[in-house]
């Protein structure tokens, strides 16, 4: 996660070099997502993760890794081709990915993370913060396509 979240930083500068050159008229949006959404959320994500197993025995960090990606690009694409139903698809995929990251994150005898207390209160809120941003991201979404 880490390493897919650092390159979606640079993906998204690149992207803001562009945008003028080029008249991307939603590419200003596109490398703010790329940052912020696809790179910080999931570097931080990814530096915070546990070895957490679901109750099937399947990793959950590759399932929230799956969905935290596949959601991203459902969101850029639909946003980018005013779908608004991809928009929903990849916002429900996203608000999963934050479900097990905050599940995973309070597993029995984790209560602070080995970085120290105030690590796990920032990951915290900026699990509480997208969980919030993402069904705002929605309603935008809407308004803005009819």
């Known amino acids: 996660m880490r390493a897919v979240g650092g390159a979606a930083v640079l993906a998204g500068g690149i992207v803001a070099a562009v945008t003028g050159p080029l008249a991307l008229t939603r590419g200003s949006w596109l490398a703010a997502y790329l940052v912020l959404v696809v790179g910080v959320a999931q570097y931080s994500m990814g530096a915070a993760r546990r070895c957490g197993q679901g109750v099937t025995g399947v990793p959950l960090g590759w399932v929230q ?26 916002s429900a995929a996203l608000l999963v990915a934050v479900l097990l990251a905050f599940l995973v994150d309070r597993q ?12 796990t209160v920032a990951y915290r809120l900026l699990l509480v913060i997208l969980a919030v941003s993402i069904p705002v991201g929605i309603v935008l979404s809407v308004v803005r396509n009819n």
């Open 65 to 90: 890794f799956g969905l935290w990606n596949l959601g991203g690009l459902a969101v850029m694409v639909g946003t980018l081709a005013r779908t608004v139903m991809a928009v929903w698809i990849g």
């Open 108 to 119: 029995p005898g984790d209560r602070v993370h080995p970085r120290g207390p105030l690590w």
